[in-house]
């Protein structure tokens, strides 16, 4: 977080506080809603190894700026990646234009006072170390992983980096400066055997610097994961079919719960009527077991931010609080139709994308059940520990995810993994079948990337081991 964003975008951007204001002011001239000026510099990096050496290494630099203007539910937004005078103020009259507002003005301004949260402070942000340090670990993971054992035969190893400077400028002259580090180790394994051949994949990150992946050895623990799954693979049984008891091991597998359930809590498919959750507040959506919280202010996570995309500080929402839905994630526009206020969730891809609704950190609150007891619990079913891709329907929140690695579960023990296992069912629908909640919550090792309307951000999930009754499975057992 910039302690002085101002005097940061004189420096950074050339534009004075004066030049913002008559950008914005040019724009609030049309007695629009609400306008503000998005200005972005971004470094990425990336290096791949593959075939033992470094394929590839990359580094991009980009800068830009958005406008956007907005008048009731219309909303006007320009942007340029060339922040002369003269294209700014051609991004606020056309932003201006598109929003076309009439009506009173519902500005409400935010100002700059004591600095919300500052999460991921660095030393050394991931951008500036070394390059030659970076390729030296990714030799370090093809090593390890052909060592590990003999059956593994290929190992992409990846390494992305990236430093974003944002400055958001809004009415009445408050701004909001924001800078956010990105780091993330992927290890991708090939494992070969009798003509078969399987691929097991890990890895982490999160808004940390590079010696993170070096302490405890964490880069050697992405490597073996990455092994296991493979190799694991080899010797899996295709995954039975029908409708069981299906376990949720911990930490990764929130993901379904972020796509089954999280993008239909999300405050502009709510306003528009187009989700399962729409018109439920304060009604019973899952079993009383179920809290889910979406968390933006959790130090270094990958989905974390000081504040959104908007300004707004981000904080910790309760969605769902003992199976009961408590609110929707807003961002500006959305919470400004829907009566409510911003809860630091309005998120975009970059400069050239307009912010919406969209999850930080979202999980599932730990109960109080032994996870190995939830296991003994079970007589027949599922015990599934990662996930690969999945489909989601939020109108009606049916979904389809496979499960990457997952076992059988026979006579309360954990027996031989599957392959081709899918989950299918209902989000609200399944929330309300879950009847075990550990006490092992755990957060994902910081690689997850969500998809809505064309733009990507990064995020994070968690989950603790849940048990969920009466799942249909689909499987590729004959």
Request: glycine share 12%; proline share 5%; aromatic share 6%.
């Amino acid at each position: 977080m910039l302690a002085h964003p101002e005097r940061f975008f004189a420096d950074r951007f050339g534009l004075s506080a004066s030049v913002m204001e008559r950008l914005l002011g040019s724009t609030l001239a049309r007695r629009v809603d609400h306008a503000d000026l998005y200005l972005e510099y971004r470094i990425s990096e990336e290096l791949v190894l593959e075939e033992g050496a470094v394929k590839k290494a990359s580094r991009h630099v980009s800068q830009g700026a958005g406008l956007r203007a907005q008048s009731g539910e219309r909303t006007g937004y320009a942007h340029t990646d060339d922040l002369a005078l003269p294209n700014l103020e051609e991004a606020a009259r056309q932003a201006r234009a598109i929003a076309d507002g009439a009506g009173e003005s519902a500005v409400v301004p935010v100002t700059t006072g004591a600095r919300p949260h500052d999460l991921y402070t660095l030393a050394e942000p991931p951008i500036a170390t070394d390059v030659l340090r970076k390729a030296e670990l990714l030799k370090r993971v093809d090593a390890a992983a052909r060592a590990a054992d003999p059956r593994v035969k290929q190992v992409i190893a990846s390494l992305g980096s990236e430093d974003v400077v944002v400055l958001i400028a809004g009415p009445s002259g408050w701004t909001m400066g924001d800078l956010r580090p990105l780091t993330r180790l992927s290890v991708t394994v090939i494992a070969e055997e009798n003509g078969k051949r399987e691929i097991g994949g890990y890895g982490g990150g999160g808004r940390v610097a590079f010696d993170w992946f070096l302490e405890n050895e964490r880069w050697k623990h992405f490597t073996s994961e990455a092994v296991r799954q493979a190799v694991l693979k080899l010797g899996a049984v295709d995954a039975p079919a029908g409708t069981m008891t299906v376990v949720l091991g911990p930490g990764w597998p929130g993901i379904l719960l972020h796509e089954a359930v999280g993008h239909g809590l999300e405050g502009d498919f709510n306003r528009k009527g187009t989700s399962a959750f729409s018109g439920r507040l304060g009604q019973k959506v899952a079993s009383e077991l179920v809290t889910v919280v979406d968390d933006g202010t959790m130090a270094n996570r990958r989905g974390s931010l000081n504040v959104d995309d908007e300004g707004v500080p981000t904080r910790s929402n309760v969605l769902i609080e003992n199976g009961v839905l408590r609110a929707y994630m807003q961002d500006r526009l959305n919470a400004r139709l829907m009566g409510q206020e911003p809860t630091g969730n309005g998120r975009r891809e970059s400069y050239a994308h307009p912010p919406m609704p969209r999850m930080t950190n979202t999980f599932m609150l730990a109960g109080q059940d032994d996870p190995d007891e939830i296991i003994r619990s079970v007589d027949h079913g599922l015990y599934a520990v990662n996930f690969g891709g999945g489909q989601v329907d939020i109108t009606s929140g049916k979904f389809v995810f496979s499960a990457s690695e997952a076992y059988l579960i026979e006579g309360g023990r954990v027996t031989a993994p599957v392959k081709g296992a899918t989950l299918i069912g209902n989000g609200p629908d399944a929330l309300s079948r879950v009847s075990r909640v550990g006490h092992d919550l755990k957060m994902d090792e910081g690689v997850g990337t969500c998809g809505k309307e064309g733009q990507s951000v990064p995020v994070g999930v968690g989950l603790p081991t849940i048990r969920i009754d009466g799942i249909t499975v689909g499987g590729t057992q004959v």
